[in-house]
């Protein structure tokens, strides 16, 4: 199925506010596709049903395509949707040289911070013995710490993580940077983070999809 054909249907993504859903709704703006958003409550057992049902998981985002595919792993529907979209920039294309280094950067965020949050703010979960999931939550905290100082160092010098233009590297991170337990103490750390996060919900596209998941950018 072409692109073309792809964008003219509707897409349907299951998210929660505050979720990781919040990048890929963004997205969904930028490139403007036909879309439609469903909460899902963690207390709605019947929204949950019908989630679970399209993914084992039961995990958000959750992002069905106008061909009824299902599709999840926030980074890689970031990537998929931007490539919809070639003439928006958010996703370098294959010819490229920017490209790898974009492809890296989003799946160091979803693989090293992504799951790192779920360590800090769902300790419970990584370990057998309640008694040491505040143990879990620390170590977590400090890697969360370390991974933004490489995050830090890998990307350019700016004013986005590619250069001049605006990547979905740059909407997952300012989303994952929202996260962060002590956000003044990161940017204060990192002002080129701050810069970023302030660039994004800048953009009026994204503004309002940050402002329905209560991510407010940091002051100047």
């Given amino acids: 199925m072409g692109a073309r054909a792809i964008k003219g249907g509707k897409y349907t993504l299951y998210g929660r506010p505050g979720s990781g859903s919040a990048a890929v709704e963004a997205m969904l703006e930028l490139t403007g596709v036909n879309h439609q958003t469903i909460?899902?409550?963690?207390?709605?057992?019947?929204?949950?049903?019908?989630?679970?049902?399209?993914?084992?998981?039961?995990?958000?985002?959750?992002?069905?395509?106008?061909?009824?595919?299902?599709?999840t792993e926030s980074a890689a529907m970031l990537v998929f949707l931007a490539d919809l979209a070639p003439k928006s920039g958010l996703a370098p294309g294959v010819d490229d040289p920017r490209r790898a280094k974009f492809l890296r950067l989003m799946v160091y965020l979803s693989a090293n911070l992504y799951m790192s949050f779920l360590r800090f703010?769902?300790?419970?979960?990584?370990?057998?013995?309640?008694?040491?999931?505040?143990?879990?939550?620390?170590?977590?905290?400090?890697?969360?710490?370390?991974?933004?100082?490489?995050?830090?160092?890998?990307?350019?010098?700016?004013?986005?993580?590619?250069g001049e233009a605006m990547s979905g590297v740059d909407i997952y991170a300012a989303m994952l940077m929202d996260w962060t337990d002590d956000r003044d103490a990161l940017f204060a750390r990192h002002p080129r983070l701050a810069a970023i996060a302030r660039a994004v919900a800048a953009h009026p596209k994204i503004g309002p999809a940050w402002s329905r998941h209560g991510i407010v950018p940091p002051s100047a």
């Fill in 39 to 71: 909460d899902v409550g963690k207390a709605d057992a019947e929204a949950l049903a019908k989630l679970r049902a399209l993914n084992p998981l039961c995990q958000v985002p959750t992002l069905v395509l106008p061909s009824g595919e299902i599709m």
């Fill in 121 to 162: 703010y769902y300790s419970d979960r990584y370990i057998a013995d309640p008694a040491g999931a505040d143990a879990v939550t620390r170590a977590a905290a400090e890697q969360i710490g370390f991974e933004w100082r490489v995050f830090d160092d890998l990307i350019a010098p700016g004013p986005f993580a590619l």
